[in-house]
């Protein structure tokens, strides 16, 4: 398995204060904003950030607590999806 399909069949407990914003977050998975990079060596996508026009569109009335913490899980996911395994 990959680290990925690990980290998925894995359990975890997300905090009851943090439900909303978890929901969110996948809720919008699909909407990222990506380039494809290549070396003389690769081709890879980089994971830029979500895309904030069509999360507001999806949340329209979205909290700033929810905001602030989707923004976070952002910057955690784009930091694993960007990094380079094995």
Known sequence: LTACQEAVEEDFIVWPENWDIVVAFLAVATQWNAVCMATMSSVRMHWLGLNYAAVRA?????????WTGLQAMEVAARAELNSVHG
């Open 58 to 66: 999806r949340f329209p009335d979205i909290t700033e607590m929810t």
